[in-house]
Each structure stands twice: as structure tokens, then as C-alpha cells.
């Protein structure tokens, strides 16, 4: 199990190395709480280390290979970014995936534009749920200062305590900042945060209800989302684009295309993430093509000039 958890810990930076912030937190976290256990399984966690390293040693080698412009970049930003983490719990920077003013596109433009502020009250509960960890975590401290096993919500701090420490530093150094997808794996620490405050709130009958009430606030704006993609058929934006459905039906209409025929598009996301329509061609069912037709000139263009629509199409030029 040792192994396996090692390994499991380490591989993820191969999946974005964004993730090397929980890695070096939680390597931290053990070594300061479960030295005992840590320095038993010292030999297995080496043994992990070199395995994934020797997975890895393709992946680190393109990585270095392809890097240019050595070194690092700091930038403030990149260092307050992580204490924006609250982002990932709220209905706050979603014009990050559907564009400017996406709420006028919404079927309530301005119920939706206010959920969205007051989702944003959540900012305060983990800068707030940061300082009760810092003080749980400095508590447990002076009161066992030798303890082993710590409690558990002093755990809980000092491992989300370090989680956004290590994102601060590894994104400050590295320059990183503004996208959301560099919380995917440090999210949780977040989330660990917030409830340090919200939690006594359940606990007393007057504020008990605010939880339910921003939930149910989260659920408005994803019903409004939800409909907005069905109803446009997706995004105009680089960072979310057609419908899967809708990519689908072009990757078909291209397969039936007769042979030789050429593709041009004036769409921005397929000039930026043309592999992903080269993925789903390959993935679509193989349509009979008609090999003694006159090979034609696709073009790929939204379906309207409305600024709102995501659908795309593919017509046969003259």
C-alpha cells in the first residue's frame, strides 16, 4: 500500500506540473507528523521515487528538451495567485470559459450576474478559514509540542497551511497566474479552509442555513450555464468552444467528405486546438466515402453571425 500511495503521490506531476505543490506538501506533511512511519518505509518510498523516475525519464526529457527561455520568471502575481484559490468555489472568473458578459446570454441576466457576487462572499471564508488555521495549527503546537498525532483538525490546517504555501512559491517563482486549471490538484485545500469557518455555523441555529443557501446559490448559476451551452450550442471563447455533440456531427460530415477534398476554417478555436477535431475524426465512425467524387472545398464557419453562438458547420464551397 506504501508503494502504491508513493507512486500514486509522485506520478502526479505527469499529469500537469502544477500538481508538484500537493506533492511537496504532502511529502512535508509526513515527514513532520509520521517521521516514525515515514523512516519505516523509507526503503519502499526510495523504491517508489525511482520507478516513477524511471516512467517519468521520456516525459522529463521532452520537457527539457522543448523548454526555452531557462530559468525562472517570478511576478508578485504569480505569488498571490494561490490566496485567489476561493475562485474554485464560487461562480466568480467563469468569463475565463464562456467570454465577457456571458451572464446576458443567461435566461435571468441579472439574477444571475447578482448570484455570482454573492457567491463571491466565500473569498472572505477561507482568507478567514487561513487565520483559524494558523492559529489551530500554532495551538496544537505550543500545547503538544512533541505530540506525534496531532488532532485532527490541526492536521487538516497544517496540510492545507502547506498545500498554499508550496502553489504560492512554486507559482510565484515560476511566474504562473490567472488560470484556473493551476488549482486542479490543490483545490481540496481550499475547500478545507472555508469549512473551518462555515462549520460552526452549522452548529448554531441562526446561522445554520448559510451553507444551504450558498449551494444553493452554486445550483442557480450552474442551472443558468447548463442552459446557456444547450441553447447557444456552446462558446465562441478559446478555453470551452462547440458542444461535444456538435463537433461530433462535423467530425462525421468530414468523414463522408469525398477523398481528396481540403478543409479550411475561420474558426479561432480550431486554429488554436485543431488536434482536438484530428482526435474526434479518428474516434468517428468510418462513413462510406463516395472515392469517384469530385474532391470539394470544405469550409468550417459558426453557424451564425450571432456573437453568442457556439454551433459550428461545415458546408461545401463552390
Excluded at 442557480?220 to 456531427?249: C, K, M, S
Amino acid at each position: 500500500m506504501v508503494f502504491v500511495a508513493v507512486c500514486a503521490t509522485l506520478l502526479l506531476p505527469l499529469i500537469h506540473l502544477m500538481s508538484l505543490a500537493l506533492v511537496l506538501a504532502l511529502g512535508a506533511h509526513a515527514i513532520v507528523f509520521a517521521r516514525p512511519t515515514f523512516w519505516r518505509y523509507r526503503w519502499t518510498a526510495l523504491a517508489s521515487a525511482i520507478a516513477v523516475l524511471a516512467m517519468a525519464a521520456p516525459y522529463l526529457r521532452i520537457v527539457a528538451a522543448t523548454r526555452t527561455g531557462g530559468g525562472f520568471h517570478p511576478t508578485w502575481e504569480g505569488f498571490g495567485f494561490p490566496l485567489l484559490g476561493a475562485r474554485w468555489l464560487s461562480a466568480s472568473g467563469l468569463d475565463y470559459f464562456f467570454g465577457e458578459s456571458w451572464q446576458a446570454a443567461t435566461f435571468a441576466p441579472a439574477a444571475v450576474t447578482l448570484a455570482g457576487f454573492v457567491s463571491c462572499f466565500i473569498y472572505a471564508f477561507v482568507w478567514a478559514g487561513m487565520g483559524l488555521a494558523i492559529l489551530s495549527a500554532w495551538r496544537a503546537h505550543r500545547l503538544h509540542p512533541s505530540a506525534d498525532e496531532p488532532d485532527l483538525r490541526a492536521r487538516l490546517s497544517w496540510l492545507a497551511l502547506l498545500i498554499v504555501a508550496a502553489q504560492c512559491l512554486l507559482d510565484g517563482l515560476a511566474g504562473a497566474s490567472g488560470h484556473p486549471h493551476y488549482y486542479n490538484a490543490t483545490w481540496m485545500a481550499f475547500v478545507m479552509l472555508a469549512w473551518l469557518p462555515l462549520g460552526s455555523f452549522l452548529e448554531r441555529a441562526r446561522t445554520k442555513w448559510i451553507p444551504g443557501a450558498y449551494t444553493s446559490v452554486l445550483v442557480f448559476v450552474l442551472v443558468a450555464l447548463i442552459v446557456r451551452v444547450r441553447v447557444w450550442g456552446g462558446t465562441r471563447g478559446d478555453h470551452y468552444g462547440p458542444t461535444l455533440d456538435n463537433q461530433l456531427e462535423v467530425a462525421e460530415a468530414i468523414m463522408t467528405a469525398p477523398a481528396g477534398s481540403k478543409m479550411s476554417t475561420n474558426v479561432p478555436h480550431y486554429l488554436q486546438f485543431g488536434h482536438g477535431l484530428e482526435a474526434l475524426i479518428r474516434l468517428a465512425p468510418r462513413a462510406a466515402k463516395d472515392d469517384g467524387a469530385t474532391p470539394v472545398r470544405l469550409l468550417l464557419h459558426y453557424a451564425s453571425e450571432n456573437p453568442n453562438e457556439g454551433r459550428v458547420e461545415l458546408r461545401r464551397m463552390p
